[in-house]
């Protein structure tokens, strides 16, 4: 059997493993990953090489079509992969030369094919250009959307959706947001240590982060840092988290003594976060559907060191609890996560229009569980990181109609995204920032 490279090798096998079991692309890089002894650079140029090449997938497509005499879905599922990993690298990887790319790919042909299958593989990439410059898109004057659709890999329903509730000013700004790679934000443990005390600490184990969002215990770094294999990540003293999703547990404002829920909570994020604010004095329920998924809410808070958080497995639309018990319910829901696609590029091929329509479903069903269960006057805080009408206003407007609950503002931190009474959307325009919807709703 040739010599291939184990890291090459290991992408491709993320990618079949992504195809064949239809999980999350983090769940199949954590499996490879584990699998796998690769040295820090390596796990680095791994997770690049499948982030990147998920990023830019369509505009991969299109090019490798220019000089295959044959459709792409035609190949076998492994050659089409080595294909696309090697455009990525010709285009975006400039510290790999196009031999090395050109030999790697066929390698791995003749490992994954044979030799006919690394004879054609060798043909396609000598063939394409090395500048980007030469590849021919789709004339943007007959057909924006197309031209935008292949030059940043974005689905056409994804395009409509953002342009319906956003207009066409910041359209191209939002493509091209979602190509990039975010910055990976952290929340700090206010329970165990300052934001500066913590940046101080990174410094020394060479990690330099930054303050660099209003949200009080945000750190922000580069995105090469391998975050969890941090050994202050492992003492508790943060949590990965984009800012967005920080604001949630800002908009809910938790206070000690309440008594608080947090109706979808795995893996435990706001949940733990809820638990940082109010120093332990309040008494929080993290609920999860599945118990596969409480497991890890309860290895973060054993990590964090936090206590009264107690975890139950139940169903969001028929929770466990009699009418009125809770001050505050946090409903993070199930969403088609479109705004979030910078940092799960996989979710823009999986998720359609469809999709969508189901998903409002449920969480209309989970938000009206949500008001049964919060006290009279309690606060319901309702979040999504999408963007869609239909998971958004769609959901709350009928509950607002209907007099169950009233939207009210929040923390005047929350102002700068406030697009209504009580209502708040961030936009993933900016590589600190998910797209995020926020209401806060008071019981009638």
Not at 153 to 159: D, K, N, R, T
Request: charged share 25%.
């Amino acid at each position: 059997m040739a010599q291939v490279d184990v890291v090459r090798a290991g992408a491709i096998n993320t990618f079949l493993r992504w195809e064949d079991t239809k999980l999350p692309i983090d769940e199949c890089i954590s499996r490879t990953l584990k699998r796998r002894g690769y040295s820090t650079k390596g796990r680095k140029f791994f997770a690049n090489l499948v982030y990147g090449t998920l990023r830019n997938m369509y505009l991969i497509d299109h090019i490798i079509s220019q000089f295959c005499n044959r459709p792409l879905e035609t190949l076998p599922k492994p050659i089409q992969y080595i294909l696309r990993i090697a455009v990525y690298q010709l285009f975006f990887c400039h510290q790999v030369t196009k031999p090395a790319v050109v030999h790697t790919s066929v390698e791995l042909a003749r490992v994954f094919g044979h030799i006919g299958l690394a004879r054609l593989v060798n043909a396609i990439l000598r063939n394409i250009p090395e500048n980007i410059d030469d590849i021919q898109l789709p004339h943007r004057e007959e057909d924006e959307y197309q031209y935008l659709s292949i030059k940043y890999s974005i689905p056409l329903w994804i395009l409509k959706e953002y342009e319906k509730n956003f207009g066409k000013d910041t359209l191209e700004e939002f493509c091209k947001s979602t190509t990039e790679v975010p910055y990976m934000a952290i929340r700090t443990n206010l329970t165990l240590i300052t934001p500066e005390e913590l940046q101080k600490r990174l410094l020394k184990i060479g990690i330099e982060a930054q303050h660099l969002t209003p949200v009080p215990e945000e750190l922000s770094l580069p995105p090469t840092y391998l975050l969890i294999d941090c050994p202050l990540f492992k003492q508790g003293l943060y949590t990965v988290q984009d800012p967005a999703s920080m604001l949630c547990v800002h908009a809910l404002q938790p206070k000690p003594y309440e008594k608080i829920v947090d109706i979808c909570s795995a893996p435990g994020t706001k949940a733990t976060h809820i638990g940082e604010f109010t120093f332990s004095n309040a008494k929080v329920y993290a609920l999860d559907i599945h118990s596969r998924r409480i497991f890890r809410v309860q290895e973060n808070i054993r990590r964090l060191k936090l206590k009264n958080i107690f975890t139950l497995i139940g169903d969001g639309v028929s929770l466990p609890f009699p009418d009125d018990t809770f001050d505050k319910v946090l409903l993070d829901a199930p969403c088609s996560g479109l705004g979030t696609i910078r940092r799960n590029p996989d979710l823009k091929y999986n998720m359609n229009k469809e999709s969508v329509i189901r998903l409002a479903i449920l969480q209309k069903k989970l938000l009206n569980e949500a008001i049964r269960i919060c006290k009279k006057h309690g606060t319901i805080v309702y979040s999504v990181c999408t963007f869609t009408e239909e998971e958004t206003k769609k959901v709350v407007e009928p509950f607002i109609t209907s007099k169950k609950v009233l939207p009210i503002d929040g923390a005047e931190l929350l102002n700068q995204w406030k697009t209504t009474t009580g209502i708040y959307q961030t936009l993933p325009t900016k590589s600190l920032w998910d797209g995020f919807f926020l209401t806060i709703l008071q019981k009638q």
